[in-house]
T-cell receptor
């Protein structure tokens, strides 16, 4: 599995756009990039997934450059409720195995 | 939105006792998982389950642990003889068979071993 590196923590004011970058230099051809969000004492929640270029959903955007060695999760106009840990995961579904390997994630604190 | 349901939300047990953690995965999902998170630490993979058998397990998932899908809806994790270090949040998750790597996790069971 490709190793990922992301900042340990970030602070942002309410209403700002937040960009969290994840580095994954050893990403393999079949790997997808997936981001999860975790609130305290809750299970991780799937946010967004992409393979290349840009993916957008109602919650976030994911930007992936052509070399795919990094990706950026963009959260538009964050609110206090976006305070959480955000995990970047890289991997590909294998036959009969979809194990996820979580790192330490990025702890985002949104300040009023 | 479909949910993964876990019960109980919190369980306190004495060291050496057996515990069973219960999960109801999303109905049309085919892959089921248990993860755990010790307070302040990473989310760790325990086991994956597909087609009524374990497909993969981690080093954490030793002989004290077992999983079962006793009927068409429930998925259970049993710890035979709990230790203090088993205290953690235990998360059940499920996923479908597609290329979508998105799991759905439950809200977890907080297990406290005293």
């Amino acid at each position: 599995l490709a190793k990922t590196t992301q900042p340990i923590s970030m602070d942002s004011y309410e209403g700002q756009e937040v960009n969290i970058t994840c580095s994954h230099n050893n990403i393999a051809t079949n790997d997808y990039i997936t981001w999860y969000q975790q609130f305290p004492s809750q299970g991780p929640r799937f946010i967004i997934q992409g393979y290349k270029t840009k993916v957008t959903n109602e919650v976030a955007s994911l930007f992936i450059p052509a070399d795919r060695k990094s990706s950026t999760l963009s959260l538009p106009r964050v609110s206090l409720s976006d305070t959480a840990v955000y995990y970047c995961l890289v991997g590909a579904p294998g036959a009969g195995s979809y194990q996820l390997t979580f790192g330490k994630g990025t702890k985002l604190s949104v300040i009023p | 939105e479909p949910e993964v349901t876990q019960t109980p939300s919190h369980q306190v047990t004495q060291m050496g006792q057996e515990v069973i953690l219960r999960c109801v995965p999303i109905s049309n999902h085919l892959y089921f998982y248990w993860y755990r998170q010790i307070l302040g630490q990473k989310v760790e993979f325990l086991v994956s389950f597909y087609n009524n058998e374990i497909s993969e397990k981690s080093e954490i998932f030793d002989d004290q642990f077992s999983v079962e899908r006793p009927d068409g809806s429930n998925f259970t994790l049993k710890i035979r003889s709990t230790k203090l270090e088993d205290s953690a949040m235990y998360f059940c998750a499920s996923s479908d068979e597609g290329a979508n790597y998105g799991y759905t996790f439950g809200s977890g069971t907080r297990l406290t071993v005293v």
